[in-house]
């Protein structure tokens, strides 16, 4: 029979720092850690388990007794619900400096590598409405507050159109106003929506796999240019073209209005047909004069003006005079590799999915850049002597991998090659770390400088650059 999960609670707990995954950490009088999801480190607090592990415990904060000097007021009203932006309650100064901590220690503990200074982290001049792509998705039956379900009152109205609660793939919670994108998607959605109520169009109901209405992606970009996709599951021409021709005349600045019908049990675009019912398919990015065509299934860093910053410490750490062969692994759709290749005498990319290739060379031949060459296949498998061979001997590799990290495999062929300089470009440090440690009998860390690409939230990018041992 499976243990029952006895509550616990501990009273005036100081919490002492941030943790993963957005979460605070206090320490129980047992000596387990508690990692809670409502605190700010500073706060005391009383605290409530709600998992236990033979570790530690999980909980939240139900009675605070002194509230944190680095706490700030939340900018949204869905803070708290909404898992989005889990530290918007901690200033932004505070924030950068858990993000910066956190890399750190997971170099040092994970990896036990030796580092020089590190040098400040690279925080976002804009905090909030800076992401170029949101998705949201549509629903029969909203998530409802505990206020509205203790109530007496009828709720007739259960549509949403917003985001899943965190660890329910079922239950959507309506957005009033999101502060991540900026203008016109939160003016998009609530038309959308409105719209669509108004007009007797169904919202999805996933359990029962019915409703017309699937999901809604915006793509803004630094351009000013503008994408929406929505996703039918319900095949319902007269109603699909009611409400894109809707779209297309109440907002006219949008570029590109795109559709799919996906009846599909999953909502992912990748294998889908984009259906194009006005303007074009894809909207334009732009750096330093390159010109980034970007599709509905295009990867794009989701911060463009702190993707602008990466890059260029990216670039820097490279260290590039113009006479290099440099590798690009994991190059997506190219953005490093053009970045770079004006200060460099020739940029391999290779990517794991083709159409991400196809895109990169279509870039590249649109910017006038003549001087790269980009490959599709699985890492571990096309990055080979054979293909060393075929493409030279790198000067310079550059790697960008997901967060999982790099493989064993690939590892091991980078150590083979053994390039002069390695920029190691990371969303997840942790995992960095670990690649970092296999590298560090032959390679001496040089520099290492963390962004942030993420305010309000727990993530963030780290860059370091690793220099052959000399004999």
């Known amino acids: 029979m499976r243990k029952k999960n006895v509550r616990k609670t501990f009273e005036k707990l100081h919490v002492d720092r941030a943790g993963s995954k957005g979460k605070a950490i206090a320490k129980a009088p047992d000596g387990k850690v508690i990692f809670i999801s409502n605190a700010v480190p500073g706060d005391v607090a009383d605290i409530q388990t709600t998992k236990k592990r033979k570790s530690y415990y999980e909980g939240v904060a139900t009675n605070f007794h002194t ?136 919202f999805f109901n996933p359990r029962r796999q019915e409703g017309m209405l699937r999901t809604l992606m915006i793509r803004t970009s630094s351009t000013g240019e503008v994408m929406v996709l929505i996703q039918f599951y319900e095949d319902d021409k007269e109603k699909r073209e009611l409400l894109l021709n809707h779209i297309a005349i109440t907002f006219p600045e949008i570029t590109s209005l795109l559709y799919v019908i996906n009846q599909k049990a999953n909502d992912t675009l990748y294998d889908q047909e984009i259906l194009c019912f006005a303007g074009r398919d894809h909207i334009f990015e732009e750096m330093e ?13 989701t911060n463009s003006e702190q993707a602008y910053e990466l890059y260029k410490i990216a670039r ?45 060379k279509a870039n590249a031949k649109d910017n006038g850049i003549g001087n790269t060459s ?15 061979e075929l493409n030279g001997q790198p000067d310079v590799i550059i790697t960008d991998p997901p967060r999982e990290g790099m493989h064993p495999a690939v590892v091991e062929q980078i150590l083979k090659i053994h390039p002069d300089r390695i920029v190691y470009v990371s969303c997840n440090s942790a995992t960095q770390a670990r690649d970092l440690a296999l590298l560090k009998e032959d390679y001496t860390i040089s520099r290492v400088r963390a962004v942030d690409m993420f305010p309000q939230t727990h993530h963030v990018e780290n860059v370091v650059l690793l220099e052959k041992k000399q004999p």
């Open 67 to 202: 509230l944190s000097e680095r706490r700030t007021t939340p900018e949204c009203k869905h803070f708290g619900v909404c898992g989005g932006c889990k530290w918007q309650h901690m200033g932004y100064e505070h924030q950068l400096e858990f993000k910066q901590n956190e890399v750190t220690e997971n170099l040092l503990r994970i990896g036990h590598l030796e580092l020089p200074e590190v040098e400040p982290i690279l925080g976002s001049e804009k905090q909030y409405f800076y992401r170029n792509k949101m998705e949201f998705s549509f629903s029969d039956s909203r998530w409802l507050t505990p206020t509205e379900i203790s109530g007496d009152e009828e709720i007739t109205d259960k549509n949403a159109l917003g985001f899943h609660i965190p660890g329910m793939w079922d239950k959507i919670l309506d957005i009033e106003k999101c502060h991540l994108q900026p203008d016109p998607s939160n003016a998009i959605r609530l038309e959308v929506k409105h719209f669509s109520e108004t007009n007797g169009l169904s």
């Open 289 to 301: 004069g390159l010109r980034f065509k970007i599709n509905a299934k295009s990867f794009y860093q």
């Open 316 to 360: 820097e750490f490279a260290g590039l005079k113009g006479d290099e062969l440099v590798y690009d692994l994991y190059t997506g759709t190219g953005t490093i590799a053009q970045f770079i290749a004006k200060k460099a005498k020739h940029v391999v990319g290779i990517e794991a999915v083709p159409d991400a290739i196809e895109a990169a």
């Open 374 to 388: 980009f490959f599709a296949g699985d890492m571990r498998k096309i990055f080979n002597k054979e293909f060393i």
